[in-house]
């Protein structure tokens, strides 16, 4: 069955240390994996994407095939990072998202 | 802002009535999606269409109808057969079928049945 699994409801660290949410999935082809964030009184959006292999507002993940996990790192948080966190798996033509992770940063 | 809304923002709804909610794109995208917005479920996607007139079940269709006659529109009906629909709804458009296309998000509609 394909699934994403975040394991974190709630996830608070200080500012300026590092971030790491995590996120695992099961999937029998090649995997196609996002993260999408929704910071307060905005809408969903995409954040990053695997296949495009950047860094977005200090954010990277990189795809473990062999752990079959996505992690979304960042080295130093900062307060605006406080938001909620969808891991997200391409499935034939959706997405599967995952239960999402809140990230709440404090100063 | 821009580009896909929903309407209304509230809605009530007392039990036994349908009720649908609306989604519009002026983006030219081809895909369009409902999803529900539960705390600690996530999303979970109700149905989806990749062309006009064509739309697929997702995984919870069950109590929902929805209807693609239009590229722009894509309105979702909560049915009296929903047994839990109070709920955050999103809606999403992405250009292309493939699930590489970035998924654009509405603002939602927040359904609560009286």
């Known amino acids: 069955a394909q699934r994403v699994t975040q394991p974190e409801k709630l996830l608070s660290v200080f500012k300026g240390a590092p971030v790491e949410l995590k996120c695992n999935y099961s999937?029998?082809?090649?995997?196609?994996l996002f993260w999408y964030v929704q910071y307060s009184r905005q809408r969903l959006q995409l954040l990053l994407r695997?296949?495009s292999r950047e860094s977005i507002k200090g954010f990277t993940a990189d795809l473990n095939k062999g752990e079959t996990s996505f992690h979304l790192k960042k080295p130093f948080a900062q307060e605006e990072d406080s938001a909620m966190y969808y891991c997200?798996?391409?499935?034939?033509?959706?997405?599967?998202f995952g239960s999402g992770t809140r990230l709440s940063i404090r100063p | 802002d821009g580009g896909i809304t929903q309407s209304p923002k509230y809605l009530f709804r007392k039990e036994g009535q349908n009720v649908t909610l609306s989604c519009e794109q002026n983006?030219?995208?081809?895909?369009m999606y409902w999803y529900r917005q539960d705390p600690g479920q996530g999303l979970r996607l109700i149905y989806y269409?990749?062309?006009?007139?064509?739309?697929q079940k997702g995984d919870i269709a069950e109590g929902y109808s929805v209807s693609r006659e239009k590229k722009e529109s894509f309105p979702l009906t909560v049915t009296s057969a929903q047994k839990n629909p109070t709920a955050f709804y999103l809606c999403?458009?992405?250009?292309?079928?493939?699930?590489?296309?970035?998924?654009?998000f509405g603002p939602g509609t927040r359904l609560t049945v009286l």
């Open positions: 999403a458009s992405s250009p292309g079928r493939g699930v590489y296309n970035e998924q654009f």
């Open positions: 999937y029998s082809g090649s995997p196609e």
């Open positions: 695997h296949i």
């Open positions: 997200a798996l391409g499935s034939a033509s959706k997405i599967i």
């Open positions: 983006l030219n995208h081809d895909a």
């Open positions: 269409s990749q062309i006009v007139n064509d739309f």
